[in-house]
């Protein structure tokens, strides 16, 4: 039986135009392929007053549904805290110590991938650990990787291989660290298709490591081009009227960033989600990036 697809926003601000985009694209894949779709609020940090409300309210204005409950990651700690004790209790896991500058600073560990964490802390001894114990630093827990790359399928940019360190389970200042709950709850939710923006594709091949070392199944991934601006870079709030309250207040309606988001997918002129979840076909989708200039969006004529 088919799972879920999800998307999974960081309520740190409004969502972009881009960021719609991408959780257009999740729904379309889901639905499309007899999935249900779920939402995830990542909450744990970065976290601005209200901004979850308001990217759910705006995924629901432009047509987007999903199955509920919606998911807050700052609800299910214990549930990281397990998955970390589970590791930690099959000998997985060692307290780290070094601050990010150390772990600038220090030389990549010979053989390992580009910046990844040199293991300074991995065989410390019990002294060692008491003496930096003892300076007041607080430790963040990582993961004893086995390997340094791991691979991936992925349904646009088929096999993947990235590097694999000895990644953060555990921050310093005791919240459970992004790959680990994102591999947690995609699990726990029943999620078997992880679509999202490619700027991820890099860390995907140590959250499917992780969730084979804590025996969960490993999900379907699509990582799909995201939106730049007129310079080539990626999208950001500074680009002008980029959200769908900056495009209402220039007097346009979601049903018509909806089309915009449509013809950029490759489909023009369709207005309703359900139109364009009948034509959408994973194999027409545009393999670059979205370029748009904000300040010379929808043209008048386009609109529904
Ligand atoms: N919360 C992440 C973000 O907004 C997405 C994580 C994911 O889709 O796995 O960038």
Redesign the pocket.
């Known amino acids: 039986m088919k799972g879920y697809g999800r998307f ?3 309520p740190s601000g409004d969502l972009h135009l881009g960021n719609l985009r991408t959780a257009l694209l999740a729904w379309l894949f889901a639905w499309s392929t007899g999935r249900g779709f779920r939402m995830r609020v ?1 909450d744990l940090d970065r976290v601005k007053a209200g901004a979850a409300e308001r990217q759910l309210a705006d995924l629901a204005a432009i047509g987007l549904d999903w199955d509920p409950p919606v998911v807050w990651q700052s609800q299910r700690l214990e549930r990281y805290a397990a998955a970390i004790e589970r590791l930690d209790a099959a000998g997985l896991t060692y307290e780290c110590f070094c601050t990010r500058r150390e772990i600038q600073q220090a030389a990549t560990a010979p053989h390992g991938p580009m910046g990844a964490y040199p293991g300074t802390c991995r065989d410390l001894t019990a002294a060692e650990r008491a003496e930096r114990q003892a300076a007041g630093r607080p430790a963040a827990l990582r993961l004893r990787a086995a390997v340094t790359e791991f691979e991936i399928t992925d349904e646009l940019h088929g096999s993947y291989r990235s590097a694999v360190d000895d990644l953060v389970l555990r921050r310093g200042d005791g919240l459970p660290a992004y790959n680990l709950a ?1 591999v947690v709850d995609d699990a726990a939710q029943d999620i078997d298709q ?1 679509v ?1 923006g490619d700027d ?1 594709l890099p860390s995907t091949p140590r959250q499917a490591y992780l969730a084979t070392l804590l025996e969960l199944p490993v999900p379907q991934y699509a990582h799909v081009p995201l939106a730049l601006n007129a310079a080539g870079q990626r999208l950001a709030k500074r680009d002008g009227a980029v959200t769908l309250h900056d495009r209402i207040a220039l007097g346009e309606t979601p049903a018509q960033v909806f089309t915009l988001l449509a013809d950029s997918l490759g489909y023009p002129a369709v207005t309703t989600p359900a139109d364009l979840l009948a034509r959408f076909r994973p194999e027409k989708l545009p393999r670059e990036p979205w370029t748009l200039d904000p300040n010379g969006l929808l043209q008048p004529s386009s609109y529904p």
């Open positions: 999974a926003p960081s990542e994102v992880v999202r991820l």
